[in-house]
């Protein structure tokens, strides 16, 4: 089991930044993919990035390509997505996930995901 604590949402005008941290509770974490994904009210939750466990390889949802970063670090534990230019469609609430996949490769696919965190509010305000 690997438990993943997100930080780092707020409310944020449209245009400003925001950057969001995910802490593992293992180091096991570090050999697995990992993603971020969001969910607006009344919508489906949704692919946002993902990384794989070396960070060579990174995928982006078309909406968030180019103004959002995923990224991580081994030493910590820890996973970021640093988001620039926040719309107001970005509102929704962020959640960072694992897929229990030693080595494993970047993916889209929500269902591949096997922990997640408990989300972390992102507003933005128009």
């Known amino acids: 089991q690997v438990q993943l604590v997100e930080s780092g949402g707020g409310l944020v005008q449209a245009g400003g930044s925001l950057r969001l941290s995910c802490v593992a509770s293992?180091?096991?974490?570090?050999?697995?993919?990992m993603g971020w994904f969001r969910q607006a009210p009344g919508k489906e939750r949704e692919f946002v990035a993902s990384?794989?466990?070396?960070?060579?390889?990174?995928l982006y949802a078309d909406s968030v390509k180019g103004r959002f970063t995923i990224s991580r670090d081994r030493f910590k534990s820890s996973g970021y997505l640093q988001m620039n230019s926040l719309q107001s469609d970005d509102t929704a609430v962020y959640y960072c996930?694992?897929?229990?996949?030693?080595?494993?490769?970047?993916?889209?696919?929500?269902?591949?995901?096997?922990?997640w965190g408990q989300g972390t509010q992102v507003t933005v305000s128009s």
């Open positions: 996930a694992v897929v229990r996949r030693s080595l494993g490769s970047a993916t889209r696919d929500r269902q591949a995901y096997d922990f």
């Open positions: 293992k180091g096991a974490f570090n050999n697995y993919p």
């Open positions: 990384i794989d466990w070396r960070g060579a390889s990174i």
